[in-house]
């Protein structure tokens, strides 16, 4: 499985940014995907993720209420909106596939800088 991630970049605090994740390879059906993000020094942190039907999502407490998960199953592709950006957001941010328990995922994409300015 090749998981493509983009849409990463400056955003003001306040703002909106949307990632996007395509995955690509073998079928990947009833699996989960979603997104963690990491920081220099810091481990790679759950953000968040989407059941292969989208009727389950799960989110990092740091993002509830700000950030929406949500997926094109046809399109085999995951979204990640990022509303109300703060200078905190800034890392990072991973595409995965397989996540288990929000601690590590079986597929990973390349990552894609978000920077939040103050």
């Known amino acids: 499985v090749q998981l493509q991630a983009s849409g990463g970049g400056l955003v003001q605090a306040g703002g909106s940014l949307q990632l996007s994740c395509a995955a690509s390879?073998?079928?990947?059906?009833?699996?989960?995907m979603g997104w963690f993000r990491q920081t220099p020094g810091k481990e790679r942190e759950f953000v968040a993720a989407?059941?292969?039907?989208?009727?389950?999502?799960y989110y990092a407490d740091s993002v509830k209420g700000r950030f929406t998960i949500s997926r094109d199953s046809a399109k085999r592709t995951v979204f990640l909106s990022m509303n109300r950006a703060k200078p905190e957001d800034t890392a990072v941010y991973y595409c995965a596939a397989g996540i288990h328990q929000g601690r590590y995922a079986d597929y990973w994409g390349q990552g894609t800088q978000v920077t939040v300015s103050s």
């Open positions: 390879g073998r079928t990947i059906s009833n699996i989960n």
């Open positions: 989407i059941t292969w039907t989208g009727t389950n999502t």
